[in-house]
């Protein structure tokens, strides 16, 4: 039996076991809880990389003395910088962990839900809807088939309305973490939304440049929302909701 066939036939079980409180909704409402166990699973990392960004706030005065020391050799600066964070087992990067460990559990919905079959059979997940919009359909077939206000339109509107709030609500919270930063000295966000230490961030190739930009990734899972199946946007909208309150709890 291949991935994908025992991958759908744990969604259909799961949809099963929901049935009897989520009805023609059940598969969605599976969908949810599987995300919700994946996120379970890679807490612990979150919890990590949360540890982590203590860790490199608290190398902050020995970063600040390198820096003072290499004024006037940045590639030195850079490499005293890097030894430090390797000398020390912290690393710039940790945050990235949980996301990238969750890449193939978004691929395969994605997969599952484009597949007409699975196992040589016909795939009936597709056959499953969130309230009116089927599972496999994307936000185009909501518009070719009543337009942005039909039934289906209306499941997308929320769901876009969910991920702009969360959006929302990590943008307000970085953008407070910088001005606290800059008023303390103590530089520039990290892409969790808690100040990141500044001098890693100048001297590490590219994560200067990561960390102006992170405020305004959640905004583009709008845009993964409307092109992938509505599966796998649930995912997507799950996902990212858990992030927010998830990071709002560990770097508060």
């Not at 559990?105 to 997969?111: K, M, P, S, T, Y």
């Amino acid at each position: 039996m291949s991935v994908l066939a025992v991958f759908a036939t744990l969604v259909e079980q799961l949809a099963d076991l929901l049935r009897p409180l989520f009805h023609a909704s059940a598969a969605a409402a599976a969908i949810v809880l599987f995300t919700a166990l994946v996120r379970l699973l890679v807490h612990p990392l979150s919890r990590a990389a949360a540890r982590g960004q203590k860790a490199r706030a608290a190398l902050q005065p020995q970063v600040a003395e390198l820096r003072e020391r290499h004024a006037r050799d940045p590639e030195k600066l850079q490499r005293a910088v890097l030894d430090l964070h390797a000398r020390e087992q912290v690393s710039p990067l940790s945050g990235c962990l949980p996301g990238l460990l969750q890449l193939p559990a978004f691929f395969l919905l994605c997969h599952l839900f484009s597949s007409t079959t699975v196992g040589g059979e016909t795939n009936s997940l597709l056959t499953h809807r969130l309230l009116t919009a089927p599972l496999g359909d994307r936000w185009a077939d909501a518009l070719a088939h009543g337009g942005a206000f039909g039934t289906a339109g209306l499941v997308y509107a929320g769901l876009f309305a969910v991920v702009a709030v969360v959006a929302g609500f990590g943008y307000v919270r970085t953008k407070r973490a910088t001005a606290a930063a800059q008023t303390a000295g103590a530089g520039s966000p990290s892409a969790t939304g808690s100040p990141a230490l500044p001098d890693a961030a100048g001297q590490v190739p590219g994560l200067g440049a990561v960390q102006r930009v992170a405020p305004f990734l959640p905004f583009l899972t709008l845009v993964t929302v409307a092109v992938v199946p509505l599966a796998a946007a649930l995912y997507v909208v799950t996902s990212t909701t858990w992030t927010a309150v998830e990071r709002a709890v560990l770097y508060r």
